[in-house]
């Protein structure tokens, strides 16, 4: 038999996607891969309705329906405060992670290297690959994920084609204040280096925290592809609809990529995206309200668990610190996340999956869910301390 690539050789499986067929083997509470348990909008399940009955049920334009990117422009110009133009600055794309995917070949040539904060969301090591881009990591130390400004100078200096910034941040919940940012961008600009924003959680984020979109700073809007997605703003992970916005030029390039990779996202999901795109701004304070409590009821119950972490500034994830079950032990966070999730009933993501150091001692939980789900894994996690010496004891 011939064999396969070597480039698929370069990259295992999703541990985030494979934590979720462990949870559903366990029967556990699945809070690895991070989705909704609850409904979108009731107004968007309509839309959808009606798009399923009148259409469009062939292909929209390939960079995305008109009155999608319309939207799209009108919501985040007013947002981000930049001009953007729905016919030369937005591509509309299947889930961010097609958008991340797209800008990486679009800017990247095979051996260019792109710069990356570590911890990082897994895809991002597999766009470096596919886009033959090779990753250069900037450390995000925990656990309070401050960067040194000296490393990611180094790293900048080394003029890489692109910066991948995840803010808020997936898995450690950074929110990058105004000064990071600007501190972000300048080196950009003094190295010439395009910035890949990922930025998918900017409507879940907690006070004090503010998030900024690093496109809105001065010299930013030319340089910087900004990815994002309806999934978690508007609870529809499965309708897989993203979006990026560029200047005309970088979209010229995506919008070639994509069509080749996907022609388009789902056209009559499109159609009813609109009305989502068209809430008003109360939607979006009601939709972080939701997930500050759910935050506050599920670290009560890690702190009832005795667990200790990392409270997220955003995004909808909490890393927890496993060193007291498992230092002097030859256990790691995988074999934790797996005894955790068949013993216990509660599923979490290996925190190693996200860093590029040896760090084998975190574990990352979603709390994107109904907060009756939330508060029965605390309930489950009581028992965490118990259950690890019976079976360690
Ligand atoms: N972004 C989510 C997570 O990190 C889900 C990712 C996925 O499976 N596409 O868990």
């Known amino acids: 038999m011939p064999s396969t690539s070597e480039r698929i050789r370069g990259f295992g499986e999703s541990v985030i996607r494979r934590m979720t067929r462990v949870a559903n083997a366990h029967g556990a509470i699945n809070l690895s891969q991070g989705f909704p348990d609850f409904d979108p909008p009731a107004e968007l399940l309509a839309a959808g309705e009606r798009a399923m009955r009148e259409g469009p049920h062939q292909y929209a334009i390939t960079w995305g329906d008109a009155g999608l990117r319309r939207a799209i422009a009108e919501k985040q110009s007013r947002l981000m405060g930049i001009e953007i133009d729905p016919d030369r600055h937005v591509v509309v794309t299947c889930g961010s992670t097609e958008a991340m995917m797209a800008a990486m070949m679009t800017v990247c040539n095979p051996g260019d290297e792109v710069v990356v904060f570590s911890p990082f969301y897994e895809n991002y090591g597999a766009d470096a690959i596919l886009s033959g881009a090779v990753p250069v ?44 940012l600007r501190f972000i961008a300048d080196l950009a600009i003094r190295y010439d280096v395009f910035m890949i924003a990922d930025e998918v959680y900017e409507h ?48 010229d390039g995506m919008r070639k990529v994509h069509d080749f990779l996907t022609v388009g996202a789902a056209a009559p999901l499109q159609a009813a995206a609109v009305t989502a795109l068209r809430f008003p701004p109360a939607y979006y304070d ?17 702190d009832a668990a005795g667990l200790v972490y990392t409270p997220p500034q955003g995004a ?48 990352r939980f979603h709390f994107a869910k109904k907060p009756e789900t939330l508060r029965a894994a605390g309930e489950r996690l009581l028992r965490v301390d118990e259950l690890w010496r019976q079976d360690r004891g």
């Not at 900037?138 to 692109?162: N, S, T, Y």
Request: glycine content about 8%.
């Open 137 to 180: 990591f900037a450390p995000l130390v925990p656990p309070g994920f401050g960067f040194d400004r000296a490393a990611l100078e180094a790293a900048m200096a080394r003029r890489p084609k692109a910066l991948i910034l995840c803010n808020p941040s997936n898995p450690c919940g950074k929110v990058f204040d105004a000064d990071e």
């Open 316 to 363: 909808y994830y909490v890393l927890v610190d496993i060193s007291g079950f498992i230092d002097g032990t030859d256990w790691d966070d995988a074999r934790f996340a797996e005894w955790l999730a068949r013993r216990v009933g509660v599923a979490a993501v290996p925190g190693s999956s996200f860093f590029r150091e040896p760090v084998r001692h975190l574990i």
């Open 286 to 302: 009601e939709l972080a309200a939701a997930y500050a409590e759910k935050r506050e009821i599920f670290l009560a119950g890690l």
């Open 204 to 251: 879940i984020v907690f006070a004090p925290h503010k998030h900024g979109y690093i496109a809105a700073l001065p010299g930013m809007a030319e340089r910087t592809i900004s990815c994002s997605s309806l999934s978690k703003t508007y609870s529809i992970t499965g309708w897989r609809l993203g979006y990026a916005i560029a200047s005309a030029e970088v979209v």
